[in-house]
């Protein structure tokens, strides 16, 4: 083996290089945000109609994902699709990180920025990382 063969997202946090545990990859995060953002999309328009929910799909979308990352570790989306953030260290819940973390993904630039081990501006800021919960 060679040293390249032994490095992978999240090997120096001690995760596991696949299967539950693992780094998320990217395209399974992105698919979770665009679950979560039709899912608010979707309870705004139930208290919005016949109008469009304009800028309370976002209040809602944060509201959700604070509540539900902070409590569960898991936004809807990430449920959905096997998801899930994990404090670094292994906590058991993000907590009131899931504040400042929410926030920064509404930025989206953050959660762009990523670095080797597939962490986001957002999740190195808030000492966080997405894994696989299945």
Known sequence: MTAADETY???????????????????????AFALDLAVSFLV??????????QNWSLLVWAVLTVVSVGLFGSSPGQVALGIRVAPVGG???????????TALVFVVVPPLLTDQDGRGLHDRLCRTVVVRSR
């Open 9 to 31: 997202p999240g090997r120096r946090f001690g995760l596991p290089r696949e299967g539950v545990g693992a780094v998320a990859p990217m395209g399974v995060r992105v698919g």
């Open 44 to 53: 705004a328009l139930a208290f919005t109609r016949p109008a469009l929910p």
């Open 91 to 101: 906590a058991a819940l993000v907590g009131l990180w899931a504040v400042p973390r």
